[in-house]
């Protein structure tokens, strides 16, 4: 009723109090302090008690409930007589103090005044009870420890199980002297021993073979990866150690003469210009008269002695490469010098030295009549062709597996000129043009490229989409042509010269030599060609009229891969094949 009193009849009056009170509750400056008390929480809890502490005097003062009550807990706005008292406060102070208030049941108001809840249990006594064990609490001493509990440098209650080693354990390990150093090698055994060396040897093997990947450039690796299906492996370890062993009656005859010197007869031969293939008349043989036998493998190259023929030069599949007279018919010198199969052989101009290549990787320069090794090449590459360049014995050309041609130096090894044009491995190799003013190559891409000699850019580009790969090319006596073999099974023929043109209407064909390097022959007057094939047969065609005039069953286990004509006699000439044997015809 008191506050029914305090109304004014004045309706102007009550209007400016409205609009009063509205701006005030509009303001987000000022909180309303008192909450709202609903009907329902007075009926469930009574006449709240709200104690009031001064924090100066800390005495309680019993005080009616603040703020107006509401009688409709639906109503969302005060009465029109209710009276608020707003406060200016902290957001972050107020959260403070509410979190305080949950907790304690007591809190600071924005009068700077203690409120306290004792509805929830909190009385008079209970707060004093927890006040004085917070005080407690906090006079408590804080122990903090600087030394670990327990004293050790192994101490598994500071470290755990993966405890460092201790002070001691480091001292013993830098203080303690090993088994070798006590005693030295001697002491430790054989076994042990074996071990260290073992290692120690392989370890260096690995070094070299780091070295050699990081000198390598990073395409010649990528075309390693390309090529490696098609190449043999490359072998482990040094290189085989080269040796020779003659097999004849004696190295010199009653007069002096190197077992390598050609018969008396032939002098003339050597001193003098080549024959007239017009009047050296040939025909085809009838017949083998002859098997040369000895070799552990296939036989893959035979070349005869320069301008005279007396010695047969044979590559074989086992690495080794033999030397045998064609007089005697017998074999009067082996070389062994390679560690895997012999891809090619060549002697030099005059017959004192050959080269070998082999899968190994190796090339060697062989001394015909004493066995020595002069030199060794290689560029860590697989060589499959070798000529001597006929104006020079210092120098030899090398097709590679790399898409290189290369020229070795043969007094110092370097590699002098490089031709790197062709787009796979080059296959075969021969001078034309004033016996060696230029040079002509095939590859496995199909295409022959023309060199000068000593000039690694071509001048002639021969590539049609008819042509085969070409693994073989000979010269024909006339020097005007040269014939290739191609894997379409079919021989062809270009011109050796001005525009360098195939002869399409000259092929010869019948014999099956798809996938293999099967190399031909030629008369020395020009008349017949002759070829093995991969069935081991040999064939012989006319030049002119390009037809097969005889085939034989040459070999067997394989192909007829090689065959040379004697430069002398009219009617010999010797074929090989991988099945060990060399064959003389007449």
Request: proline share 5%; net charge neutral; glycine share 8%.
């Amino acid at each position: 009723m008191d506050l029914l009193g305090g109304y004014n009849s004045n309706s102007d009056t009550d209007a400016d109090e409205v609009v009063e009170k509205k701006a005030k509750k509009s303001d987000p400056r000022f909180l309303r302090a008192a909450p709202a008390i609903s009907v329902m929480t007075r009926r469930n809890h009574g006449h709240e008690l709200i104690q009031l502490v001064d924090p100066s005097s800390q005495s309680i003062v019993e005080a009616p409930v603040q703020g107006p009550q509401v009688l409709d807990p639906q109503a969302q706005k005060n009465l029109a007589g209710e009276m608020q008292e707003n406060y200016q406060f902290d957001e972050a102070a107020f959260k403070k103090q509410r979190t305080k208030f949950q907790r304690t049941g007591q809190a600071v108001g924005p009068n700077q005044q203690s409120v306290v809840r004792t509805t929830l249990g909190y009385t008079a006594k209970r707060l004093e009870q927890f006040e004085k064990a917070e005080n407690d609490r906090q006079k408590r001493p804080k122990f903090e420890s600087k030394d670990p509990l327990v004293y050790g440098s192994d101490d598994e209650a500071v470290y755990g199980v993966w405890a460092p080693p201790s002070q001691e354990e480091r001292w013993q390990a830098e203080n303690s002297m090993s088994d070798i150093q006590k005693g030295g090698l001697e002491s430790l055994a054989p076994e042990q021993l074996a071990e260290r060396a073992y290692i120690k040897e392989r370890d260096r093997l690995l070094g070299v073979r780091e070295e050699a990947k990081e000198e390598q450039p990073a395409w010649e690796r990528l075309v390693d990866r390309k090529m490696a299906h098609l190449l043999p492996p490359k072998m482990d370890g040094e290189a085989v150690e080269p040796k020779s062993t003659f097999h004849g009656l004696e190295e010199t005859n009653y007069k002096g003469q190197s077992w390598v010197a050609p018969p008396s007869g032939m002098l003339s031969v050597i001193e003098g210009d080549a024959l007239d293939i017009d009047h050296h008349r040939c025909y085809v043989p009838k017949k083998c008269v002859h098997r040369f036998v000895g070799n552990d493998k296939g036989i893959h190259r035979i070349r005869l002695f320069p301008k005279t023929g007396h010695l047969l030069l044979s590559g074989g599949l086992d690495g080794v490469c033999k030397v045998w007279s064609v007089a005697e018919k017998r074999l009067m010198r082996s070389y062994h010098g390679h560690a895997a199969a012999v891809r090619d052989v060549q002697f030099n101009n005059d017959g004192s030295q050959f080269v070998s290549a082999s899968f190994d990787r190796v090339l060697r320069l062989w001394d015909t009549e004493s066995g020595k090794v002069l030199n060794t090449f290689g560029n860590k590459k697989v060589p499959y062709v070798v000529k001597f360049y006929p104006h020079d014995d210092n120098f030899f050309v090398v097709g590679c597996s790399d898409n290189k041609i290369v020229t070795y130096d043969a007094t110092t090894g370097e590699i002098t000129q490089e031709y790197n044009h062709h787009l796979a491995p080059v296959n075969a190799i021969i001078f034309v043009e004033d016996n060696g003013a230029k040079m002509v190559s095939s590859s496995d891409d199909k295409k022959v490229l023309v060199w000068e000699w000593d000039i690694g850019v071509p001048v002639k580009y021969i590539s049609d989409p008819t042509m085969h790969s070409m693994p073989c090319m000979v010269m024909h006596p006339s020097l005007q042509f040269f014939v290739t073999q191609s894997l379409d099974n079919t021989i062809c023929v270009f011109q050796a010269g001005n525009r360098f043109s195939m002869q399409k209407k000259k092929k010869f064909s019948g014999h099956q030599v798809a996938g293999y390097a099967c190399e031909m022959t030629l008369s020395p007057d020009g008349r017949f060609l002759a070829c093995g094939d991969g069935k081991g047969k040999l064939f012989f065609w006319d030049w002119k009229r390009h037809k097969i005039l005889q085939k034989y069953h040459a070999h067997d286990k394989g192909p007829a891969i090689a065959s040379v004509w004697h430069p002398l006699e009219p009617s010999t000439m010797f074929t090989c094949g991988w099945d060990g044997v060399i064959k003389m015809w007449q």
